[in-house]
Structure formats: structure tokens, C-alpha cells
């Protein structure tokens, strides 16, 4: 069925998004880089992304969606083939992008699609759309294990004996090859396995693509009428501000809570990885649950109880900040609060004024900024002021603007509508 596809392509989606930290190291050796001289390809990714979801949301408006998230997931497929196969960076770069603009694609049409099917009734599932998506993000590192086989032994050295060895490796590689088969056997079946999957599921969307139901279900929503909320572009312009201060907190904490805990708090690094767990396990767990919840409860409703959650474990981390104790119970209700927060917001704004593919792109847009913009500024400021917790004051910062926001965009979503 319709919604079983979707969430198959947004569990993909979550697994090659989250594979590439894993097997990153894998990959320099494979192009002869070392690792900080690589990382562009997070910004390669990161524009590919921007430029799909754009590209996504204009397609949307003018294409059957089924046959551009089957083309959109058959890219993705390819792709992943190929990667394992580069071994020039500026190649790996370029295929990056590529994959980062295919999901981008596949993101803003999945909400889209969610919303075309069950227009403001479908909030379960939307959050069943995103628990798929933390799902296969939760599985990629254990797939990972699969491409670290070969990689115990390396996983002793620092990065210097890094690039020496990378150094010998390139010497003795053939200079020429642009693209062959990568040394390392593990890293290639791990993206072969996670290639063939996206692949099945690409045919299925094409199956549906033949069906077409799309259409007959479309006409049926539309049918109900669009609705406008009297201020429609700026409620969408605040919804971009939400998301973008709430993605950019949720990465910059996955992202940093580790070295924060280090060097701030001076956990173990065994420790400290387990609270990294620890945030994204209930941030996963909590999007499972917000799909029953969903049912019982309005998308405004969970966004608020999300902020309050938000606020509460933001305050105690900064109050708290050396306590080992309250690191642990603040991240967990953190990761938690943060879980069902974006798909309510999409539910929530459905409600009052009806989106497009070109509307959906532009809040997508603003989460993918926030998730760039954000870790990146804050990486710059813990440079300059190293013995302050500024991931703390940065997500207490945006938890506080989130919980302000919505209480305006309510107050004008709930204006009479346009006729």
C-alpha cells in the first residue's frame, strides 16, 4: 500500500543519510585523503540537498509524485553503487552532491505526498513517516560494522600515522584510476546492501506510478476544498524560523554532545558516547510513540508539551552543566522533547492553510539551513570561548525562540479565513 512505500523510502532514506559518519574513514583511505582534508564532502551533500529539495518542490507542482520519488530513489540506488568505486575525491564530491540532491527530493515529497493522501487528518501518519526515517538513521552505524571489518587495525592510529599510511598507499596505487574497485571489499557491500534496498523500493514506487491512484486520491483532496489561512506567506516564513532554530539545535546537540562532555564535564569517552546514544535512542523511540500519540492528541497540542520538554532540559543542562547526573536525565528528556517536533509542525500548519510542493520545499529549506548554519557558528564560538558551555546557551537559546514563535504563528493561523 500507499503509506507502507513511503515509510519504506524514508527508512532508506534515514540509512544512506547516516552511513556516511560511519564508514567516513573508509572512504578517505579508498580516495587516498586524509580525513580533514575530506570532510568538504558534508558541504557537497549539504548543497545537493538544498538544491533537490528546491528542485523537488517546483517538479512536485507539475509531476506525478510516485514517478519522481521512484526516479529521485533509482538515482539514489545508482549512486550508492558507484561510491565505493570513486577514487579521486573530486569524483566522491561530485556523487555526494548527487545523492544529497536525490533525498532532497524524496524529503519534500514524501511530506508532501502524506499531506496530498490525508490532508489534515494524517498526523500519525506523518510522525510514522519520521519515526522510519530515525529508524534507519538507528540502524546505519550497525550496518556500518559491515565496512570496519578491515578497518580494526587502522582504527589504532592517529591521524598522522593516517597519512603516512595514506601516503605509502598512494604511491603504490595506481596513479591513473579514476574510478575502481575499492580495496576494502566491506565498505562496498555496505553500500551494495543499502543500494539494493533503495533499489526495491524505487520499483515500488514505480509500481504505484502505474496504478495511478495519485491522481484519483489528489482529485478527491482538492475536492475538499483548499483552505488559506489569511496570512499564509508569513505563517510559512515563521515556520521556516521554527524549523530552522529547531533542526540546527537538534544537530548541533547530537553532534557535539560528545566532545562537550569530554572537555566540559571530563566523562569518559566510552561515557560519553553512550550519552550520544542515549539522545538520538529516545529521540527514535519517542517518534515510534509520537505515532499513537498522534492519534489521540493535535499537532499543536504534542508541538507544545515538545517545547515545554524542550525549555525544561535546556534550563537544567545550563543550571547543571557540570553534573554528570543531570547531563544524563536532561539529555534523555531532550532527545525525547525534540522527537516529535517536525512532523507535528507539518500536521499543524496542514490544519489552517494548505500546502503545495513549492510551500513544503521552502520550510525543508529552512531546516536544512539550520542544520548547516548552526553546528557551523558554534563550532567558530567554542574556538573562541572554550571554557563555556556554548551548546547549552545555543539550544536553551533556540528552545526559548521555538516556544515564543509557535504562540505567534497560532494567533495567526487562527485568523478568519479567506473566502
Same mark, same amino acid.
Given at each position: 500500500s500507499t503509506p507502507r512505500v513511503l515509510y519504506a523510502s524514508f527508512l532508506g532514506l534515514g540509512v544512506s543519510t547516516a552511513i556516511l559518519g560511519p564508514t567516513f574513514q573508509d572512504l578517505a583511505r579508498n580516495v587516498n585523503?586524509?580525513?580533514?582534508?575530506? #570532510?568538504?564532502?558534508?558541504?557537497?551533500?549539504?548543497?545537493?540537498?538544498?538544491?533537490?529539495?528546491?528542485?523537488?518542490?517546483?517538479?512536485?507542482?507539475?509531476?506525478?509524485?510516485?514517478?519522481?520519488?521512484?526516479? #529521485?530513489m533509482?538515482?539514489?540506488?545508482?549512486?550508492?553503487?558507484?561510491?565505493?568505486?570513486?577514487?579521486?575525491?573530486?569524483?566522491?564530491?561530485?556523487?555526494?552532491?548527487?545523492?544529497?540532491? #536525490?533525498?532532497?527530493?524524496?524529503?519534500?515529497?514524501?511530506?508532501?505526498?502524506?499531506?496530498?493522501?490525508?490532508?489534515?487528518?494524517?498526523?500519525? %501518519?506523518?510522525?510514522?513517516?519520521?519515526?522510519s526515517f530515525a529508524l534507519g538513521a538507528f540502524l546505519a552505524p550497525l550496518l556500518a560494522k559491515l565496512a570496519w571489518g578491515t578497518t580494526a587495525s587502522a582504527q589504532n592510529h592517529t591521524e598522522s600515522d593516517l597519512d603516512t599510511l595514506m601516503l605509502n598507499q598512494s604511491s603504490n596505487a595506481t596513479t591513473g584510476s579514476v574510478f575502481a574497485v575499492p580495496d576494502d571489499m566491506n565498505l562496498l557491500w555496505a553500500y551494495a546492501s543499502i543500494s539494493t534496498y533503495v533499489l526495491v523500493v524505487s520499483v515500488f514506487l514505480f509500481g504505484l506510478f502505474c496504478k495511478k491512484h495519485?491522481?484519483?486520491?489528489?482529485? @478527491?483532496?482538492?475536492?475538499?476544498?483548499?483552505?488559506?489561512?489569511?496570512? %499564509?506567506? @508569513?505563517?510559512?516564513?515563521?515556520?521556516?524560523l521554527f524549523f530552522f532554530f529547531y533542526v540546527g539545535a537538534e544537530i548541533t546537540y547530537g553532534s557535539y554532545v560528545f566532545?562537550?562532555?569530554?572537555?566540559?564535564?571530563?566523562?569518559?569517552?566510552?561515557?560519553?558516547?553512550?550519552?550520544?546514544?542515549?539522545?538520538?535512542?529516545?529521540?527514535?523511540?519517542?517518534?515510534?510513540? @509520537?505515532?499513537?500519540?498522534?492519534?489521540?492528541?493535535?499537532p499543536g497540542t504534542m508541538i507544545v508539551l515538545s517545547n515545554i520538554g524542550s525549555l525544561v532540559s535546556c534550563f537544567f543542562l545550563v543550571l547543571f552543566d557540570k553534573s554528570p547526573l543531570c547531563l544524563w536525565i536532561a539529555t534523555s528528556v531532550y532527545g525525547a522533547s525534540m522527537a516529535a517536533t517536525f512532523p507535528s509542525g507539518i500536521s499543524w500548519i496542514e490544519q489552517y492553510t494548505t500546502l503545495t510542493g513549492k510551500s513544503a520545499a521552502f520550510f525543508v529549506i529552512g531546516s536544512a539551513l539550520g542544520e548547516m548554519a548552526i553546528p557551523a557558528v558554534i563550532g567558530i564560538l567554542q574556538g573562541h570561548y572554550p571554557d563555556l558551555p556554548v551548546v547549552l546557551y545555543t539550544c536553551l537559546g533556540s528552545a526559548i525562540f521555538t516556544a515564543v514563535l509557535f504562540p505567534v504563528m497560532y494567533k495567526l493561523a487562527t485568523l478568519p479565513l479567506q473566502s
Open positions: 585523503r586524509n580525513i580533514s582534508d575530506l #570532510s568538504i564532502i558534508f558541504v557537497g551533500r549539504a548543497s545537493g540537498f538544498l538544491c533537490g529539495t528546491m528542485i523537488g518542490g517546483v517538479l512536485l507542482d507539475y509531476m506525478n509524485p510516485f514517478l519522481l520519488l521512484g526516479v #529521485s533509482l538515482i539514489t540506488a545508482v549512486g550508492f553503487y558507484l561510491i565505493p568505486f570513486c577514487k579521486k575525491a573530486f569524483l566522491l564530491i561530485i556523487m555526494m552532491a548527487v545523492f544529497g540532491a #536525490s533525498i532532497g527530493v524524496v524529503d519534500t515529497g514524501g511530506n508532501v505526498l502524506i499531506l496530498d493522501l490525508w490532508g489534515d487528518k494524517g498526523a500519525p %501518519h506523518m510522525q510514522a513517516l519520521h519515526f495519485s491522481r484519483q486520491k489528489k482529485s @478527491a483532496a482538492s475536492a475538499e476544498g483548499a483552505r488559506r489561512a489569511k496570512y %499564509h506567506r @508569513a505563517l510559512l516564513c515563521l515556520l521556516f566532545s562537550f562532555a569530554t572537555t566540559h564535564v571530563g566523562m569518559e569517552e566510552s561515557e560519553a558516547a553512550g550519552l550520544n546514544s542515549i539522545f538520538w535512542g529516545t529521540f527514535a523511540a519517542c517518534r515510534g510513540l @509520537a505515532i499513537f500519540f498522534a492519534t489521540l492528541l493535535q
